[in-house]
């Protein structure tokens, strides 16, 4: 079965830098979700996409942006990277929410 | 908001032991979900529960809703070593439509063989 693809798998950044990291949802799933992790911590929700459209917004710095395009694939924009910024990133996608959500397998993102 | 207290942290257990874990909340959720992640992966989801009081198994994993709709627990029984991992509990928020989960804070499972 497909799942929810991210890429990269793993990503060097330098202070100051951007960042893109993409999103692949499962096929006929409607909402994406992104989640940032930092070491020994639980999932910290971002942003959500539904239809193409955001709807709902967490700690997500202003320095971060995302969208989610035609095809349903999302990305996450992060600029003027910090070293705060390193952890690790999840993108999930579901049809309903209340069904639980698949998970990709996340963007290592280090910042140095 | 809402927020999700799991508990253990952690547990170190002997191979062939059972394990429970369990989770509580201040406030009410109409879905629990338990997820397991390996180092390095994404959260796999292992057990939806969808109805207060419901007892759910999969596999060496049974889960229950309780009948408060504020607490949930998993058991594992007969640990193997590939049950190794972080568990958590999760929850979809009641307040709003986006539907974003909320976690708890997740049970490190060690399995000595």
């Known amino acids: 079965a497909a799942g929810v693809i991210q890429s990269p798998r793993h990503l060097i950044k330098e202070k100051r830098e951007t960042a893109t990291l993409k999103c692949y949802p499962i096929p006929r799933h409607d909402t994406v979700y992104w989640y940032q992790q930092g070491p020994g911590q639980d999932p910290q929700f971002l942003i959500s996409?539904?239809?193409?459209?955001?709807?709902d917004k967490g700690s997500i710095p202003d320095r971060f942006s995302a969208q989610q395009f035609s095809d349903y694939h999302s990305e996450l924009n992060m600029s003027s990277l910090e070293l705060g910024d390193s952890a690790l990133y999840f993108c999930a996608s579901s049809l309903d929410s209340d069904r639980g959500y698949t998970f990709g397998s996340g963007t290592r993102l280090t910042v140095v | 908001g809402q927020q999700l207290n799991q508990s253990p942290q952690s547990m170190f257990i002997q191979e062939g032991e059972d394990v429970s874990m369990n989770c509580t909340s201040s406030s009410i959720f109409n879905t629990w979900l338990w997820y397991k992640q390996d180092p390095g992966e994404g959260p796999v989801l292992l057990i939806a529960l969808y109805k207060a009081g419901e007892l759910t198994s999969n596999g060496r994993l049974t889960a229950q809703f309780g009948i408060t709709r504020k607490d949930s627990f998993l058991n594992i029984s007969a640990s193997i070593p590939s049950d190794v991992g972080i568990y958590f509990c999760a929850g979809p928020s009641v307040y709003n439509q986006g539907g974003k989960l909320i976690f708890g804070q997740g049970t490190e499972l060690s399995v000595k063989p």
């Open positions: 996409f539904y239809e193409k459209m955001q709807s």
